[in-house]
């Protein structure tokens, strides 16, 4: 059992390249999210799927794009990245349909590691 | 808007000694969550506890417990007998979304513990 994986764990990207990163999970979770999260800061959230099929801007989007593949995958691009993207990226997702403590918690990928020089 | 604030960008403790973590929070919604998530120096993020705004009791697991007071707006942790692998940083998070749904997570900008022999 993986929990939440992301690809890669670390990348260096020059101003106006694109990227995707990869996240995936294997615990049938409805939800997945995006997060960033810069030095000194708390995470902020970028984009969330609530469930399979859908997907909806969180704080911080301007800059990024989603897709939420199939119910396992929920990927990030950056289709011009801008120094101002520098930053690590987690991917979470969480399970829904009870209003406990269970069903609210999410769980975090390790982290992408993203430098745009 | 929703918003947390952690007033104590760096806190220590003495080994086995107990130390509180501040967070307040803001929000007009009547059903939320707060949670408290530990980030170690490796980065990855470890759910500790989570606390209903309709749960009756304080949230207690382990050596953590939340010490939840609704009508001041806080929801402050509380780590017993501190052991040094507690050294990390430490974030409260408040949780938006439909009951027993999705869950977008606001967090605050984190406090750094620090834990002396």
Request: with cysteine; hydrophobic share 30%; proline share 4%.
């Amino acid at each position: 059992n993986a929990g939440v994986t992301q690809t890669p764990k670390f990348q260096v990207l020059k101003t106006g390249q694109s990227m995707t990163l990869q996240c995936a999970q294997d615990m049938n979770h409805n939800s997945m999210y995006w997060y960033r999260q810069d030095p000194g800061m708390g995470l902020r959230l970028i984009y969330y799927s609530a469930s399979e099929g859908t997907t909806d801007k969180g704080e911080v989007p301007n800059g990024y794009n989603v897709s939420r593949l199939n119910k396992r995958e929920f990927s990030l691009r950056l289709e011009s990245a801008a120094p101002s993207q520098t930053s690590v990226y987690f991917c979470a997702s969480s399970k829904t349909g009870g209003g406990y403590r269970g069903s609210y918690e999410q769980y975090f990928g390790p982290g992408t590691r993203l430098t745009v020089t | 808007a929703q918003k947390i604030t952690q007033t104590q960008p760096g806190m220590f403790v003495q080994e086995k000694e107990a130390v509180t973590l501040d967070c307040t929070y803001d929000t007009s919604d009547p059903s939320y969550g707060l949670f408290w998530y530990k980030q170690p120096s490796s980065g990855e993020m470890i759910f500790l506890i989570y606390q209903g705004s309709y749960d009756q009791q304080n949230a207690t697991e382990g050596r953590y417990s939340l010490n939840f007071q609704k009508a001041r707006k806080s929801a402050n942790l509380v780590i017993s007998a501190s052991q040094l692998g507690d050294s990390a940083m430490y974030f409260c998070a408040m949780r938006e979304g439909p009951y027993g749904g999705y869950n977008k997570l606001i967090f605050g900008a984190g406090t750094r513990l620090a834990v002396h022999p």
